[in-house]
């Protein structure tokens, strides 16, 4: 059996010496050893998720945009803040002036305005916007030379507020022979009007044709009979 001293001496022998350089392991085993090492599970259980990854990312895009963004701008981040105040303010303003957008109208509005003219002032005016290639006025010109005749004709009450549907079903009484070529007259004068369609040389000619027709119809007369 080894005596103490022995065990000691052994160990001794064993150690390096000043004049033995201590064991060394090259760099590149020793990196990848530690990488293998580092990706064990156990290294990384509290690691953020992807989500929190992508979002620390979001958020660091965001703050180096704000950095640049103040860095260029006069008076640094509070400048940035009063150029951002001022666009606020800027478009504030406008939404006051313009009104939401949810106001436009969607649905058909009255078919003349408060200028009081004859039939064969709009058809006057149609004829004038079709030379000029001006469908869409054309269209709505024709129309309403349409309503005014009818109303000269006393076939339709003059009556404010009117839109091109009412007219159209108004004027189906005394002349339903036209009922349908003048609901779609009513529906073109929408869709041009408020719908955002274009109108075009096609549309124009037939609403003419519907006028012009229906100042040589006889109207059918009703009423309470002898």
Not at 119 to 138: C, I, K, L, Q, V
């Amino acid at each position: 059996m080894m005596s103490t001293g022995g065990l000691i001496t052994l160990c001794a022998a064993l150690l390096p010496t000043a004049d033995q350089p201590p064991v060394t392991t090259p760099r590149d085993p020793a990196r990848e050893a530690a990488e293998r090492e580092l990706s064990k599970p156990l290294y990384h259980q509290d690691d953020p998720g992807l989500f929190q990854r992508a979002l620390d990312r979001f958020w660091d895009w965001v703050g180096d945009l704000f950095d640049h963004a103040s860095g260029a701008t006069p008076g640094g981040t509070l400048g940035l803040v009063a150029i951002a105040a001022l666009v606020v303010l800027a478009v504030a303003a406008l939404w006051w002036r313009l009104g939401s957008p949810r106001r436009t109208a969607t649905g058909p509005a009255t078919l003349f305005d408060d200028t009081l003219r004859s039939a064969a002032d709009h058809r006057a005016a149609a004829d004038a916007h079709a030379a000029a290639g001006r469908w869409t006025e054309a269209v709505q010109e024709r129309m309403r030379a349409i309503v005014r005749s009818l109303e000269e004709r006393t076939l339709l009450d003059p009556r404010p507020g009117r839109t091109a549907d009412e007219a159209a079903a108004e004027a189906s009484v005394p002349l339903p022979d036209h009922a349908e070529a003048l609901r779609t007259a009513a529906r073109a004068f929408d869709d041009v009007t408020y719908g955002g369609r274009p109108a075009d040389a096609g549309m124009y000619a037939r609403l003419r044709a519907l006028d012009l027709t229906l100042t040589r119809t006889k109207p059918l007369l009703t009423g309470p009979q002898a």
